[in-house]
């Protein structure tokens, strides 16, 4: 890495915390220089404007969980295990979130919707994704036995994404883990009943 590109990823690194907890349209450029201890020279020397530090910060922060998730599910040997560990991760992993400042995906999906639309496309994409990492995992499970023929990983897929990001927001509003790990246990009897042989 060059200078210039060690100082660009210091800054996404410094403010991507930032963005998540106080929310990308709150976020000031002084909020920025504070954090990350440069000048605003420094930071507009290495980024067009806020909206690209943003857009930066945001992928940043969603590649993190996206690492995360995947480590947890790496060593699972089965879909339905892939599908545990899914569920433990967030179990294992509530506290950590809350601290900082919640789902990546759900905030910016929150604030794009309204404030940010330059970002929509992205946050878009990353919920595309999700889904369809729950659907892989899905189809993986009929097709090695494990899971029932007739169910609809999409389906299943897209009520399990919904499933989890509701419960962060309500985990989070009251401050309590006890709305998500009921949203966690009502996952995995719908792994365990519904979709299980």
């Known amino acids: 890495m ?24 709150a976020t000031s450029l ?6 990350t201890g440069l000048t605003k020279g420094s930071i507009y020397g290495n980024f067009r404007d806020k909206e690209e530090v943003a857009l930066e910060a945001y992928g940043y922060n969603s590649r993190r969980l ?13 879909a339905y295990g892939r599908l545990v560990a899914f569920i433990g991760f967030y179990r294992a992993s509530w506290q950590a979130i809350a601290e900082s400042g919640g789902c ?15 970002m929509q496309p992205h946050v878009g994409r990353s919920f595309l994704l999700w889904k369809r990492k729950f659907a892989e995992i899905l189809e993986e499970g009929i097709a090695n036995g494990e899971f029932k023929n007739d169910i609809s990983p ?8 919904a499933m989890l990001e509701g419960g962060i927001l309500l985990s989070k509003v009251a401050g309590d883990s006890s709305d998500l790990f009921t949203v966690l246990d009502r996952m995995k009897d719908v792994v365990d009943r519904e979709i299980r042989k």
């Open 30 to 35: 002084h909020d920025m220089v504070e954090t």
């Open 154 to 161: 999409e389906k299943y897929a897209v009520t399990f994404v």
């Open 66 to 78: 996206v690492q995360q998730v995947a480590e947890a599910l790496a060593h699972a040997d089965s």
């Open 2 to 25: 060059s200078k210039a590109e060690k100082t660009r990823q210091y800054i996404i690194e410094k403010t991507a915390p930032l963005f998540n907890r106080k929310g990308y349209s």
């Open 104 to 118: 990546p995906l759900m905030n910016a999906a929150v604030e794009s919707d309204d404030l940010l639309p330059f």
